[in-house]
């Protein structure tokens, strides 16, 4: 029960909130967004939110995207609810790796405007569909800026349909990957086994662990001597995945509708199925 008042100095608001027991005392206009986000969760019911991680390259062509849009399609053929969203505008698009860039749906561009709370339904069901998954990715048009509390709000509204988010992430912190940072369960961060990469590797960690509570890191072979998946997570200091296996299949000449991930029996399918279990099992256990 929640009692609503326009006068922050009546007295008698108080008095009147214990006579009729009311859990909650709201004065607009300041409560206004709060009392929105009470009456959205009663008409789209509030559960557990999706497990929501973000994958980023220790350096550029590191295989994040891949890695985004493998862990999607393995969520999806698993029977979650799935949503993979592109956040890095310079990527050329998500729904291109998916063989999907003229399937129907919204765009990030068309969220520009979002102020407020984003109805996770309609977000949804307004995302083109493909592999049994929604995804939201970039148009091919001008780059459009979009605000961080559009960022927020958009994110937000994904996480509530409960299953998985997968956030492809830009090497970069702006304001708006910030916003997804802090919205984040756990990332994991695609490093290649050379010095250099390692380097480059640091300084990405550094930048989004401000921000991130949870970062791991995924090694990708060839391994440059000297180095192996542990020794690569101790120089960052971060909790190691593992090694995230080559899907030979994938370096084909574009054209190909298949999507990373999309051969239940391939490694790198295995390796991403492997994480979710982990992953949903500490996420009941918390």
């Known amino acids: 029960m929640v009692l609503v008042g326009r006068d922050q100095d009546d007295p008698g608001v108080w008095r009147r ?19 929105v ?12 939110p999706a497990l929501t991680v973000g994958v980023l390259g220790g350096r550029g062509g590191a295989g994040a995207s891949t890695l985004a849009c493998a862990l999607a399609v393995t969520s999806a053929r698993e029977g979650l609810r799935t949503l993979l969203v592109d956040a890095d505008p310079l990527g050329g698009g998500l729904d291109v790796v998916l063989g999907g860039e003229t399937t129907e749906g919204l ?16 977000l949804e069901e307004s995302l083109p569909a493909l592999h049994s998954l929604r995804v939201l990715s970039w148009d091919r048009g001008d780059c459009v800026a979009v605000p961080p509390q559009a960022v927020r709000a958009v994110l937000a509204a994904a996480r509530r349909g409960g299953g998985a988010v997968v956030v492809d992430l830009p090497r970069r912190v702006d304001s708006g990957v910030a916003e997804i940072l802090a ?13 250099r990469a390692v380097a480059a590797a640091g300084r990405v960690a550094s930048a989004v662990g401000m921000v991130l509570r949870d970062l791991r890191v995924a090694v990708r072979g060839p391994y440059a001597p000297g180095l192996d998946d542990r020794e690569v ?44 279990e982990r992953a949903l ?5 918390a």
């Not at 986000?37 to 557990?48: F, L, N, P, S, T």
């Not at 765009?107 to 309609?122: E, I, K, L």
């Open 107 to 122: 765009r990030w561009p068309a969220f520009a405007a979002s102020r407020g709370r984003v109805g996770g339904g309609a």
């Open 183 to 195: 919205q984040l369960d756990l990332a994991l961060l695609v490093v290649p086994a050379e010095l």
């Open 233 to 276: 997570a101790r120089l960052l200091g971060l909790p190691l995945v593992g090694d995230l296996p080559v899907e030979p299949g994938l370096q084909h000449p574009s054209g190909s509708k298949r999507p990373p991930g999309a051969v239940a029996r391939s490694p790198l399918a295995r390796f991403c199925k492997e994480f979710w």
């Open 281 to 285: 099992m500490e996420a009941r256990a």
């Open 37 to 48: 986000d009470r009456i959205a969760d009663v008409a789209e019911g509030v559960g557990r």
């Open 17 to 35: 909130a214990v006579e009729i027991g009311a859990d909650h005392v709201l004065m607009l206009p300041d409560g206004e967004q709060w009392l």
